[in-house]
């Protein structure tokens, strides 16, 4: 049966993307979550180097080539053998005083970092897991050079943990507390540069089950977990300190993670264009099954086309060829139009092969490659020639890539390899976010062969006085906070307040204005939010409601000393002082001695409000104005 937003139109199985909602049940969407966040320490995880970004010169540079290793039981990760196959010559810009021989391989970890092991139990227990009393150090593979050893530390905390979401219970499968990877700098052919500073830093993980089955609910589980960890007052704020992995399923289909996405609102379109995806290439997979392609009869055969390409005048291909590289060709049989079928709202099939190239055979620089289905009138020669080489039919459709003789090579296998997966469906693999919110591919999905025992660190025991000390300590979750605070703020504004990570000042400083909370709420909204992430309101923070509280502060003052995020010299609280009734009639006797107004006693009052707001400044609120000026218009 269709599905709506879909429409497939003639035997080639083209889609045209339509952005309305899907119906996400008859897809059998599947959403789950991976979620990291930077902990607020201050040094790394496994070294006792300082935590922080260093934007100056590096002090040196190492270069690494990376391999895969077999595992425990004598296999290799697929992930691992993808990335060798980049041959990428790895760079690290590192600074003395934030990396030491830990982070380059050279020496075994040092023990755990234990408040960052405090931290991550305790955001365990907020997220109701079960904590081990004995934890273990893992090893998982990292083959794309942003880890020197080659593999991540990690340490799983806590399993089976949920939280509450619309009357029913997201499940956490397990929360981890890891290593941070190193900054990409730059990425370009076979060379990678990363900035080490970030190495080592500790984040907790946490991994939900695949409980979401909409867009949307993906991306309000991700804001309430969002929610829950800022509200811990122990985790990073800022660009590049959280990153979030979404796994995206459809029914008949296998998971792929779209890696790295930046921003939570991004979520909804992200995982409802992949979800439109997942079913254009199920489609594309039954379009093959007609024309008699399957694993088994799938056919692919390519061919060194340089000599074909002597002559050229097309501008990419004679570049590479001026500089000693090669042309070749893929024949895939019978899959006439089908690299035009459209699998997303800007992308098609024959973007998909060509994301593989890009990242695998490293060759970036566009155009990447062309192909059959599209015209080619640069260079209808050599179109010709090549389609009698590779004897290709009406129904077969032809790639053309060129560049070094080795990275033809692996382009040439994994445009192959590509079409093949295009008769098994959906591939498993990483992909990456895009400007239009599409995603293009990353890596092969990694495998259970990527992680095992780290023989180097010893088994950590978490006595349960430990524990109990935690949890006697632990920060209300955004529930606790709506159950509290519901009766007493609008919705909106207690939300603003959660997310804003600072609905644990709002409580500290209601009390001292309990019968203003909503004032409350609308001023440390204010707040640049780096200054909430659930601590404590600063000392002059609390300074200024007690003045204001006592009648000693308007309500402007209060918002444009708490917009300046610094504490007010006192200067600036004489200022600002505010001024006693007596002093405000005092004020309006002169304004209307001096301002007769309109005749119209409702346009007077304002006319002569705004005349008296000119003469106090921030010493009067809008309201006392009003309320004084109406008395004695009244009179």
Same mark, same amino acid.
């Given at each position: 049966m269709p599905v709506p937003g879909v429409d497939f139109g003639g035997i080639s199985g083209i889609i045209a993307f339509v952005k309305t909602p899907l119906d996400y049940e008859s897809l059998g969407l599947r959403c789950g979550l991976e979620i990291h966040y930077q902990l607020d320490t201050r040094k790394k995880l496994f070294c006792r180097c300082p935590v922080g970004l260093r934007n100056d010169p590096a002090d040196a540079t190492i270069i690494r080539h990376m391999r895969p290793t077999l595992s425990e039981l004598g296999e290799y990760d697929g992930t691992a053998l993808m990335e060798f196959k980049t041959k990428k010559e790895v760079h690290y810009e590192l600074h003395y005083d934030t990396v030491c021989t830990y982070e380059m391989d050279d020496t075994p970890p040092f023990p755990v970092n234990q408040e960052a092991l405090a931290i991550a139990i305790e955001l365990a227990m907020m997220l109701n897991c079960q904590i081990a009393d004995e934890i273990h150090v893992s090893r998982k593979q990292y083959l794309d050079g942003s880890i020197p050893t080659g593999f991540q530390r990690t340490i799983a905390v806590g399993v089976n943990g949920w939280i509450p979401f619309r009357g029913r219970r997201i499940g956490i499968m397990q929360v981890c507390l890891e290593e941070d990877a190193c900054r990409e700098i730059r990425d370009r052919g076979h060379v990678i540069v990363f900035r080490t500073d970030r190495l080592s830093t500790p984040l907790v993980e946490v991994i939900t089950h695949a409980d979401m089955h909409t867009p949307e609910k993906a991306m309000e589980v991700d804001r309430e977990l969002g929610n829950i960890l800022r509200l811990s007052g122990k985790v990073r704020r800022g660009i590049g300190t959280v990153r979030q992995d979404v796994n995206v399923s459809i029914r008949g289909g296998t998971r792929v993670e779209i890696k790295g996405v930046p921003r939570t609102k991004q $979520?909804?379109? &992200?995982?409802? #264009?992949?979800?439109?995806?997942?079913?254009?290439?199920? %489609?594309?997979?039954?379009?093959?099954?007609? /024309?008699?392609?399957?694993?088994?009869?799938? %056919?692919?055969?390519?061919?060194?086309?340089?000599? $074909?390409?002597?002559?050229?005048?097309?501008? @990419? $291909?004679?570049?590479?060829?001026?500089?000693?590289?090669?042309?070749? !060709?893929?024949?895939?049989?019978?899959? !006439? +139009?089908? &690299?035009?079928? /459209?699998?997303? =709202?800007? /992308?098609?099939?024959?973007?998909?092969?060509? +994301?593989?190239?890009?990242?695998?055979?490293?060759?970036?620089? =566009? @155009?990447?490659?062309?192909?059959?289905?599209? =015209?080619?009138?640069?260079? =209808? /020669?050599?179109?010709?020639?090549?389609?009698?080489? &590779?004897? !290709?039919? #009406?129904t077969d459709s032809v790639v053309i890539v060129w560049g070094s003789a080795e990275d033809v090579r692996t382009a040439l296998a994994e445009i192959a390899i590509r079409g093949r997966e295009a008769t098994q469906g959906i591939p498993n693999e990483t992909r990456q976010v895009m400007a239009t919110m599409d995603t293009d591919f990353e890596r092969i999905l990694p495998g259970p062969d990527r992680m095992y025992p780290d023989t180097d660190s010893p088994p950590i025991p978490v006595p349960a006085e430990r524990l109990d000390e935690i949890r006697r300590h632990l920060a209300r979750t955004p529930a606790e906070w709506r159950e509290r605070y519901s009766r007493r703020l609008n919705p909106q504004l207690l939300e603003q307040l959660i997310t804003g990570g600072s609905i644990a000042q709002f409580d500290e400083l209601s009390r001292l204005c309990e019968n203003e909370p909503g004032f409350i709420g609308y001023i440390l909204t204010a707040l640049p939010r780096s200054r909430t992430n659930g601590r404590a309101a600063a000392p002059w923070l609390r300074d200024i409601i007690v003045r204001y509280t006592a009648g000693r502060l308007s309500r402007e003052a209060v918002f444009s000393i708490v917009r300046a995020d610094q504490p007010p010299e006192a200067s600036t609280l004489e200022q600002t002082s505010r001024l006693s009734d007596e002093e405000l009639r005092a004020i309006i006797g002169r304004v209307r001695a001096e301002n007769t107004g309109p005749r119209d006693r409702n346009k007077r009052t304002e006319y002569l409000a705004g005349r008296v707001k000119a003469v106090t400044g921030m010493r009067a609120d809008g309201r006392d104005i009003l309320r004084l000026l109406t008395e004695e218009e009244r009179k």
């Amino acid at each position: 049966m269709p599905v709506p937003g879909v429409d497939f139109g003639g035997i080639s199985g083209i889609i045209a993307f339509v952005k309305t909602p899907l119906d996400y049940e008859s897809l059998g969407l599947r959403c789950g979550l991976e979620i990291h966040y930077q902990l607020d320490t201050r040094k790394k995880l496994f070294c006792r180097c300082p935590v922080g970004l260093r934007n100056d010169p590096a002090d040196a540079t190492i270069i690494r080539h990376m391999r895969p290793t077999l595992s425990e039981l004598g296999e290799y990760d697929g992930t691992a053998l993808m990335e060798f196959k980049t041959k990428k010559e790895v760079h690290y810009e590192l600074h003395y005083d934030t990396v030491c021989t830990y982070e380059m391989d050279d020496t075994p970890p040092f023990p755990v970092n234990q408040e960052a092991l405090a931290i991550a139990i305790e955001l365990a227990m907020m997220l109701n897991c079960q904590i081990a009393d004995e934890i273990h150090v893992s090893r998982k593979q990292y083959l794309d050079g942003s880890i020197p050893t080659g593999f991540q530390r990690t340490i799983a905390v806590g399993v089976n943990g949920w939280i509450p979401f619309r009357g029913r219970r997201i499940g956490i499968m397990q929360v981890c507390l890891e290593e941070d990877a190193c900054r990409e700098i730059r990425d370009r052919g076979h060379v990678i540069v990363f900035r080490t500073d970030r190495l080592s830093t500790p984040l907790v993980e946490v991994i939900t089950h695949a409980d979401m089955h909409t867009p949307e609910k993906a991306m309000e589980v991700d804001r309430e977990l969002g929610n829950i960890l800022r509200l811990s007052g122990k985790v990073r704020r800022g660009i590049g300190t959280v990153r979030q992995d979404v796994n995206v399923s459809i029914r008949g289909g296998t998971r792929v993670e779209i890696k790295g996405v930046p921003r939570t609102k991004q $979520i909804r379109d &992200l995982v409802h #264009y992949e979800a439109v995806r997942q079913h254009a290439l199920l %489609s594309l997979r039954e379009e093959l099954k007609l /024309r008699g392609i399957n694993a088994d009869t799938f %056919s692919a055969e390519h061919g060194d086309c340089r000599e $074909i390409f002597a002559q050229t005048t097309c501008g @990419p $291909i004679r570049e590479a060829l001026d500089k000693g590289g090669t042309v070749g !060709a893929v024949k895939l049989t019978g899959f !006439a +139009g089908l &690299l035009n079928a /459209r699998v997303s =709202p800007h /992308r098609t099939f024959a973007d998909e092969i060509e +994301g593989r190239i890009r990242v695998i055979a490293c060759l970036d620089k =566009p @155009p990447i490659m062309l192909h059959s289905d599209e =015209p080619n009138g640069a260079i =209808p /020669r050599e179109w010709l020639l090549v389609k009698k080489k &590779l004897e !290709a039919k #009406y129904t077969d459709s032809v790639v053309i890539v060129w560049g070094s003789a080795e990275d033809v090579r692996t382009a040439l296998a994994e445009i192959a390899i590509r079409g093949r997966e295009a008769t098994q469906g959906i591939p498993n693999e990483t992909r990456q976010v895009m400007a239009t919110m599409d995603t293009d591919f990353e890596r092969i999905l990694p495998g259970p062969d990527r992680m095992y025992p780290d023989t180097d660190s010893p088994p950590i025991p978490v006595p349960a006085e430990r524990l109990d000390e935690i949890r006697r300590h632990l920060a209300r979750t955004p529930a606790e906070w709506r159950e509290r605070y519901s009766r007493r703020l609008n919705p909106q504004l207690l939300e603003q307040l959660i997310t804003g990570g600072s609905i644990a000042q709002f409580d500290e400083l209601s009390r001292l204005c309990e019968n203003e909370p909503g004032f409350i709420g609308y001023i440390l909204t204010a707040l640049p939010r780096s200054r909430t992430n659930g601590r404590a309101a600063a000392p002059w923070l609390r300074d200024i409601i007690v003045r204001y509280t006592a009648g000693r502060l308007s309500r402007e003052a209060v918002f444009s000393i708490v917009r300046a995020d610094q504490p007010p010299e006192a200067s600036t609280l004489e200022q600002t002082s505010r001024l006693s009734d007596e002093e405000l009639r005092a004020i309006i006797g002169r304004v209307r001695a001096e301002n007769t107004g309109p005749r119209d006693r409702n346009k007077r009052t304002e006319y002569l409000a705004g005349r008296v707001k000119a003469v106090t400044g921030m010493r009067a609120d809008g309201r006392d104005i009003l309320r004084l000026l109406t008395e004695e218009e009244r009179k």
